[in-house]
Each structure stands twice: as C-alpha cells, then as structure tokens.
C-alpha cells in the first residue's frame, strides 16, 4: 500500500523500484487526485499498482488493506 504523495505525478524512479520487486501495490490517496489541479491527474504509479484507491481521507488505507485481503483471498 503506497501513498506517493507528490512523487506520484514526478517521480519514474518509484515506478522503477515497483518494478523490480515481485509485491503487488496498491496505490492510495487520501484526496481525490482526480479531481484536483491539472498536474496532479497524471500518475506514473497507476499503470505499475494493482489497483488504487482514491479520495476517502483515511478511510482510503483501510479500504486498500481490504481490497489486498481480498485480493490475497483470491489466490489461496
């Protein structure tokens, strides 16, 4: 469960390190990223994450460790 914050919409070398292990990610907001400024509607996170969660406040964490619970379910 990843909350990039800023690095979200900047930074490739996250999505790199993403990349090199074998963890899925979720990616979390706590603000709906997609409804905020222009610059922050892009996220190199999301095409690399297994899924995201957006725009619940704190409640978006909780939200991703039961969808990565279900997820994990899934596979047993």
């Known amino acids: 469960i990843l909350n990039a914050g800023a690095f979200t919409h900047t930074s490739i070398a996250l ?8 963890i ?11 409804g905020r400024e222009e610059f922050r509607k892009h996220s190199y996170i999301s095409p690399v994450a297994l899924g995201g969660v957006f725009g619940f406040g704190k ?3 909780l939200l991703a460790i039961l ?4 997820q994990l379910q899934t596979k047993l």
Not at 24 to 34: D, K, R
Not at 67 to 70: I, L, S, T, W
């Open 15 to 22: 999505v790199d390190a993403i990349l090199a292990v074998d």
């Open 24 to 34: 899925p990610v979720v990616e979390v907001h706590m603000s709906n990223i997609y």
């Open 59 to 61: 409640n978006s964490y």
């Open 67 to 70: 969808a990565v619970n279900q």
